[in-house]
């Protein structure tokens, strides 16, 4: 039977099966969430309508920024933690050593020439501990037409000595402080006439040529010979009527060292000649006196220093010094250049010197050395009062015994007895003996 | 690893003898190549002990260096050169044509090491020379790994 539309309907309506309250309340659900999704899309749609403005901004000021770039109006870019050279090929180092070194000593006392304790006057020493030969460097190489341009700043803590009571915050002391540039040497730095072959030993011979000064130097060198020729600054140093060593200041003439290295298969050697120009200008004495006239005196020197290997990488170490007026030059200026009288005359005296040492190894670790030094002058005693002849050097000499130990690459450990003897021309004499216990790391 | 453990290796490659693998054909080192061995060992040696030089600044412990690796790098050419002509008779066995042609690439290899290591050392380039000397340690042990007598 057919039945019409508006029969049809309602009786269609009528047979759907109504929602339960289950179904019913799910429908709700996701009418509230379509209706909060809603709402956030209307939320982020205005927004966006926001942002899209600022991107455009952001747009238009890049390209602000790369217009200007390209012309060069912008600052360098700024950041932070950039180590600014003067030049972009500059290779910058630093490095250092950390030594600490223990120190008992009878009496108490340096291991150094000149002032080795008389008998008189020493006292049992105390136990001496420092770091202050620790050191600190800075060191560039930058790259020219010309070849390599090196430079070095070195400082050490041996300046000022502070208290050891409380901080034992000792000063910063320069060393070295210099460049290097196509075989000229512009600075402070080591003189030419120091011994270029040294002693593998804790504390420096007695003899020791060490002098840091300002200089100008100029160095050819090929695979088998150096050629230094050094112009180097004048101090001369005289010993007065009181036994006192001066320094007239009043040096016009650098002083002059032409040396010679070499480096055959068999170990290493150097000789170096020093020519100085020993002058004073009314100069004054240590009890104020003023002489009253001037006088210059030249003054030579040679020096000679060499290493000879033996078996296994044993090896002995040796240098000589010889000169008349070398003063300054050789034991740590022990002795003066020569003695200024009453008037001003100058009379030079001859300095000699040496040392030898030999280094065996026990493995490849352990090593140690042997070693002697000596040295002494012929001083002007005319001229000086006998009373103050205690203050006079004469002569000095020594040994050294160690063991050293390389715990690790650049590392080194030791442990070494030292003995001197120092001799015035009063006739005191004056000996120490000193053990030294060294930790060091080169980093 | 410092310079003195890539000393130690160099040394070891160029002085121990290390089995070679049964693949190789034997071949028996050179009374010459341990000459040159031994310039090495010991110029390695002057190299890591320069640092204990005493009164010496860093630019001249740096001139020292440059020294020592100038004359390292002419022994390592010279070994270079005597072992790629190292003549046949001096051998035990002879060397099938590929083999010559891997162990004379290690030889010039070996020379353009000891090229480097003198390129780095004229330009004071000693930042540089552990890596050189690395490399150099590098082709030294490759070759004994292949060619090196199994003693």
Not at chain 1, 62 to 86: C, F, H, T, V, W
Not at chain 1, 265 to 291: C, H, K, N, P
Request: hydrophobic share 40%.
């Amino acid at each position: 039977m057919r039945m019409s539309a508006p029969v049809f309907l309602p009786l269609l309506l009528l047979s759907l099966p109504l929602l339960s309250a289950q179904e019913q309340n799910e429908l709700d659900a996701l009418k509230a969430q379509a209706e909060a999704l809603s709402q956030r899309i209307e939320a982020y749609a205005s927004t966006r309508g926001n942002n899209r403005e600022t991107d455009a901004m952001k747009e238009e000021k890049a390209r602000g920024y790369i217009m200007d770039d390209a012309a060069g109006n912008n600052p360098p870019m700024e950041q932070k933690g950039i180590l600014e050279m003067s030049s972009a090929d500059t290779v910058l180092s630093v490095g250092g050593r950390i030594d600490m070194q223990s120190i008992v000593s009878w009496p108490e006392g340096p291991y150094i020439a000149g002032k080795i304790p008389l008998d008189a006057s020493g006292e049992n020493g105390q136990l001496l501990m420092s770091a202050r030969d620790s050191r600190l460097w800075v060191k560039t190489r930058t790259p020219t037409e010309h070849g390599p341009v090196r430079t070095l700043i070195e400082v050490d803590f041996l300046g000022t000595t502070a208290s050891e009571a409380t901080a034992n915050s000792h000063g910063l002391r320069l060393r070295h402080a210099y460049l290097q540039a196509a075989g000229w040497t512009i600075g402070q730095t080591n003189s030419a006439f120091n011994s270029y072959v040294t002693l593998d030993t804790i504390r420096y011979p007695l003899n020791y040529t060490l002098v840091r000064q300002p200089l100008i130097r100029y160095s050819i060198n090929d695979r088998l010979f150096g050629y230094d020729l050094s112009f180097e600054q004048p101090e001369s140093t005289l010993l007065d009527k009181n036994g006192t060593i001066i320094m007239p200041q009043d040096d016009i003439v650098p002083d002059v060292v032409a040396r010679l290295r070499y480096y055959p298969a068999w170990g290493e050697g150097s000789l170096a000649l020093l020519g100085r120009y020993i002058t004073q200008d009314q100069a004054t004495l240590s009890d104020g006196t003023v002489v009253s006239v001037s006088d210059g005196v030249f003054g030579w020197g040679v020096n000679v220093s060499g290493k000879i290997k033996l078996f296994e990488l044993d090896d002995i170490r040796f240098d000589a010094q010889y000169g008349v007026g070398l003063g300054r030059y050789v034991a740590f200026n022990a002795f003066a250049a020569g003695s200024i009288d009453a008037d001003g005359g100058i009379d030079l005296q001859a300095t000699y010197g040496g040392h030898i040492g030999y280094r065996h190894w026990w493995t490849p670790k352990w090593r140690s050395t042997l070693a002697i030094s000596y040295a002494a002058t012929d001083n002007d005693m005319a001229n000086i009062y006998a009373a103050d002849s205690s203050r006079v050097n004469s002569e000095v000499y020594g040994s050294q015994l160690n063991l050293l130990w390389i715990p690790l690459p650049n590392g080194l450990v030791g442990l070494e007895y030292s003995k001197g003897v120092r001799l015035v021309e009063s006739g005191d004499e004056g000996e120490i003996d000193m053990v030294s216990l060294l930790v060091r790391y080169d980093f | 690893m410092g310079l003195l453990g890539l000393s130690l290796l160099v040394l070891s490659a160029c002085v121990s003898k290390e089995t070679v693998p049964s693949q190789s054909s034997e071949f028996v080192a050179n009374k010459e190549h341990k000459i040159e061995s031994e310039e090495l060992k010991i110029l390695m040696r002057e190299l890591n002990m320069v640092v204990y030089d005493r009164q010496k600044s860093e630019l001249d412990r740096d001139d020292i260096r440059r020294r020592y690796a100038l004359n390292l790098a002419d022994v390592i050419k010279e070994l270079a050169y005597k072992v790629e002509n190292i003549p046949l008779n001096a051998t035990e066995k002879v060397l099938d044509d590929q083999e010559k042609a891997v162990y004379t690439r290690y030889a010039r290899e070996l020379y353009m090491d000891g090229e480097r290591i003198d390129i780095v050392a004229q330009k004071y380039e000693l930042e540089k020379l552990d890596d050189a000397i690395a490399k150099t340690e590098r082709t030294c042990e490759r070759c004994h790994a292949l060619f090196r007598d199994g003693k």
